[in-house]
């Protein structure tokens, strides 16, 4: 084999000064490089997406807290569980510290918030029947058209599927609000709620056919004559709430016919919407004094 071809492929015989050379400039090579085996980045961003997967799913899967309602079987609901009633079905709940209520057929409730002085329930469509005897202000269920606060008491509340809904109070008071628009309704009175407009006016069950249907006359129209004209001293109550929902005009009627009604109030206070001339009145219902549901809403602020 030719000398040459171990220059080219180092086959073949060495010619000696060429193993000579090859010697002496072996000092001077550079040293291989040595190779990093790198793992792609998209390996890691694939190992920490999985790692945050592992997380969630552990999350999802954790059993939810208990809340304090525990139904008939002895059950406890868990936080954000919710119930359904069928057709022929009612349901029981209660809570030792809070009350026992009553889920009437083709009912949702849901368990929203369960802790120390705060329970609150949500009702989308159906009947609860409730009687609370924790601290008022601690119980609440919200409903499509807004939130009844108990002010401890015994009461009904219905949700109809178009969201109207109807608070009927037994014993006690339910405060009802929606933003800044509030009603307070005492034992013995009903008041249907809105969705989108929130509390209606509240009225005492035993009033005129004629009054409840001027109030669901106003509540779509804004018209108050008629119901204006339908009042007795005993709806003086509805008069109030109605004149904290009018203005102008509006409000001078509203004021005239309550004058009317409770001689007593300071009309011209009334009329300018002064808030000493506000409670005064409130206070002429004979309902108790107004120094009692002034911090109804502090507990729920916000």
Known sequence: MPEDDYLWDQ???????????????QR????????????????????????????????ATRPAPESVWQLESGRKLALGEKIRTGPSQSASLAAHSVGSLRLAPNSTLQVVRSGPGD?????SQGTLHAVIWAPSKSFAVDTPA???????????????????????VSTGWVA????????????????????????????????????TQAIEHWESTGNAEELLSEARPRDAITLWHLLQR????????????LSQLLPQVDAAGLERGDPAAITHAWNA?????????????HPWAG
Do not use: N
Not at 119 to 123: D, E, I, M, W
Not at 146 to 166: H, K, M, P, R
């Open 176 to 211: 009802f609000q929606a933003g800044q628009q509030e009603s307070f309704i005492p034992a013995g009175a009903a008041c249907r709620t809105l969705p989108r407009k929130g509390p209606g006016l509240p009225y005492f069950t035993d009033a005129s056919r004629a009054f």
């Open 146 to 168: 807004g939130t009844s606060i108990d002010l401890g008491c015994a009461y009904s509340l219905t949700v109809e599927q178009d969201g109207t809904g109807l608070v009927s």
């Open 28 to 59: 001077f090579a550079a040293p291989p490089p040595r190779l990093r085996h790198r793992r792609p980045i998209w390996r890691w961003m694939a190992l920490a997406a999985g790692v945050a997967l592992s997380i969630v799913a552990w999350r």
């Open 285 to 297: 219902l004979g309902l108790g004094t107004a120094d009692w549901w002034r911090s109804w809403k």
């Open 119 to 123: 329970q609150r329930l949500a009702l």
């Open 11 to 25: 086959s073949g015989s060495p010619d000696p000064e060429i193993v000579r050379l090859e010697k002496h400039l």
């Open 246 to 257: 009018t203005q102008g005009a509006a409000r001078r009627q509203v004021v005239l016919r």
